[in-house]
């Protein structure tokens, strides 16, 4: 049964590395555009046309720009990401790695090899677990990946063209949004990936209360009627 398996688990591995290279393919490719000014400021200026009526503001307020776009792009990756996950299935692997890292340190500190050994044959079910869980997470951004590439060199292409860099902020009156960096991340860029991520994390909260807490009354309710 377990030698079944095998290939089972080999191949669920094999498809989520597939996904991996392809996202990191997509990554280089994104990259290579928006280094390349040939390409990435035809693409930019196409998309002008239609965000900068929208987004732009005719580049009147460059850091609700950033933050709106971040914040959109939020929206559009949560909530088909929270869809596809089976989070009941994440706290169950999620359970399961913390007992089979603290198992494998136990085992490690007693000394104790054959244990270890019967753990370590463990690991290629347990990742094969997590690797599904990532796989279903992921099948979403395949479709949203494209719109946040076409997206994303607009927002570049609009930084680069914006008349007057200059911005104040509630730290400095007097920062270049361009040159400006927070550790090593331009302060355009570490803006944008504060409104995506923090709009991200908190839609995903909230639907995830309110879809619990509905699952949690109708299960509630069942057992009140079954009696």
Not at 42 to 60: A, R, S, T
């Amino acid at each position: 049964m377990q030698q079944a398996n095998k290939p089972a688990a080999q191949q669920q591995m094999q498809k989520f590395l597939m996904i991996e290279f392809i996202f990191m393919f997509a990554g280089l490719g994104l990259i290579f555009i928006i280094s390349d000014p040939a390409i990435r400021n035809p693409i930019g200026y196409d998309m002008n046309k239609v965000f900068m009526p929208i987004l732009g503001f005719h580049y009147q307020y460059p850091i609700l720009t950033i933050m709106l776009t971040g914040i959109i792009l939020g929206l559009i990756s949560s909530i088909p990401r929270y869809f596809f996950t089976d989070w009941i299935k994440m706290g169950k692997a999620q359970t399961v790695s913390r007992a089979y890292q603290q198992a494998m340190r136990q085992a490690m500190r007693d000394g104790d090899r054959v244990k270890v050994q019967k753990l370590q044959k463990m690991s290629m079910e347990r990742q094969m677990d997590q690797a599904a869980i990532s796989m279903n997470t992921m099948k979403p951004l395949f479709v949203t990946e494209v719109f946040f590439f076409l997206i994303f060199i607009w927002l570049y292409v609009f930084i680069l063209t914006l008349n007057y860099q200059v911005v104040a902020m509630p730290w400095d009156f007097d920062l270049n949004i361009v040159t400006t960096k927070v550790y090593i991340i331009p302060l355009w860029m570490a803006l944008y990936t504060l409104g995506n991520l923090a709009v991200g994390y908190f839609v995903t909260m909230i639907m995830k209360y309110v879809d619990f807490t509905y699952k949690i009354k109708k299960i509630e309710e069942e057992e009140a009627s079954s009696l």
